[in-house]
């Protein structure tokens, strides 16, 4: 069926239900996962439906990988991580058939859904929405596993940790689903972390662009890929909780909100870590020949300063990278230490990144102002600063995480009342 012929007419809703880890943890949860999706059906609507592993297991599963050899087969690493998905998909067709539910499972490998070939971290390539729709048009539902495809190679693959969000948006856009439903153990996205700040409230809307950055700046409710791909389909996302029965936030196109707030969120990441290089020369090519064995070594810079050149010789150079890749940096600089001729390496692994988020910054200036007066005022010392057109970030020294965060969602009135 073609997408005008759906759009014509008698067209029903469709719509896709993710359930993570917790929402499938057990026999319990299960059922009630069937009794929900029931309730869609039963409304009319057609819907396919995207599980995770039971909590814990895919844990488990890696561990067990890790354990037989610490270096192992990627593929055979995705033959095994992809089994906690087959159990909850197959058990969840069954829980809906005991309620009627004409409902069967699908694995990665049968719908298809094509990746490439990086095992590990695929990335979806295609699905194939023929058969799909088909049995709609019958009123069954499909049950799918989430977190994993079929490679090039005719080998299970696997999305990344966290890859069923993924999923579950690629077979919305697949299937033109009018919403994606991500159930999850939280009720929404909230303004900041509500562990840090009690005041903290939950969002009715965000943007997928405002989405990206908080996912990307450690709000671990949506994989980042799974936002990217929801922004460059247009999949209306929709994050709620599968405990409570209460709309949740919705993850929406920039028009669609009419009341835009400056600011929309505090986020941060401590998975920073501050390297200095002193009197790098000041010359073109510095840059490059400082960040060329970085890429080499596939290490993912972040904040870069460069400092003006006070003796019109040398300059400093200053960035970040994340803590996993420390210490590697550092060998890799210090290995460089002969063709970059710089004086001293300075590190800082206490640092945490704090950052304001929202799209009106783009037309509203003092944006900024207000974030350094706020951490000025808490006498927390900003280290470096960067910005991009929705974000300011700064990093600071990492006690501060908590005081800078809340001092900051207070300035920008997200506090509740
Ligand atoms: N089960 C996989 C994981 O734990 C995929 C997911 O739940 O999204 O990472
Ligand atoms: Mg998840």
């Known amino acids: 069926m073609s997408v005008s012929e759906r759009q014509s007419g008698s067209r029903k809703t469709r719509i896709v239900m993710k359930f993570g ?237 009419m009341e835009k707030e400056l600011v929309s969120g505090i986020a941060y990441s401590r998975d920073e870590a501050k390297i200095t290089l002193t009197r790098v020369a000041d010359r073109p090519g510095v840059a490059a020949g400082i960040f060329g064995p970085l890429t080499d070594a596939n290490i993912n810079v972040d904040m870069i300063v460069q400092n003006i050149s006070e003796d019109g010789a040398t300059t400093d150079m200053t960035f970040t990278v994340s803590k996993g890749d420390y210490d590697r940096a550092l060998k890799v600089l210090e290995g460089s230490r002969n063709t970059l001729e710089f004086k001293d390496l300075i590190s800082d692994k206490n640092v945490v990144k704090v950052s304001v988020i929202g799209v009106g910054m783009r037309s509203h200036a003092g944006i900024a102002q207000r974030m350094f007066k706020a951490l000025a005022e808490k006498g927390i010392n900003i280290q470096v600063i960067s910005t991009s057109e929705i974000k300011i970030s700064v990093l600071v020294a990492e006690e501060y995480t908590e005081l800078a965060v809340r001092a900051l969602h207070s300035a920008y009135g997200l506090d509740a009342a």
């Open 21 to 257: 880890g917790t929402s499938v943890a057990n026999i319990e949860r299960i059922k009630s996962v069937a009794a929900r999706v029931k309730r869609e059906v039963d409304a009319g609507h057609e819907v396919a439906v995207v599980v995770s592993a039971m909590s814990g297991v895919t844990n488990q599963l890696v561990d067990w990988c890790k354990e037989i050899a610490p270096l192992h087969d990627a593929r055979e690493y995705d033959t095994v991580v992809a089994s906690g998905e087959q159990v909850t998909c197959g058990l969840t067709a069954i829980a809906l058939q005991e309620l009627g539910v004409n409902a069967r499972s699908w694995l990665g490998w049968q719908a298809p859904i094509v990746t490439d070939d990086a095992h590990g971290k695929a990335r979806i390539v295609s699905i194939a929405s023929e058969e799909l729709d088909k049995r709609f048009a019958q009123g069954q539902v499909a049950v799918f596993a989430g977190f994993q495809g079929v490679g090039p190679d005719n080998r299970v693959t696997t999305l990344g940790r966290g890859g069923s969000d993924t999923s579950a948006v690629a077979i919305a856009a697949a299937i033109k689903a009018d919403r994606c439903d991500i159930f999850t153990d939280v009720d929404g996205v909230y303004t900041t972390d509500p562990r840090i700040v009690a005041k903290a409230q939950k969002l009715d809307k965000i943007t997928y662009e405002e989405m990206l950055e908080m996912a990307s700046l450690g709000a671990k409710v949506l994989q980042t890929r799974s936002v990217e791909m929801a922004m460059k389909h247009r999949v209306r996302v929709q994050v709620l909780s599968s405990f409570e029965d209460k709309p949740g936030t919705l993850v929406v196109d920039e028009e669609e909100i």
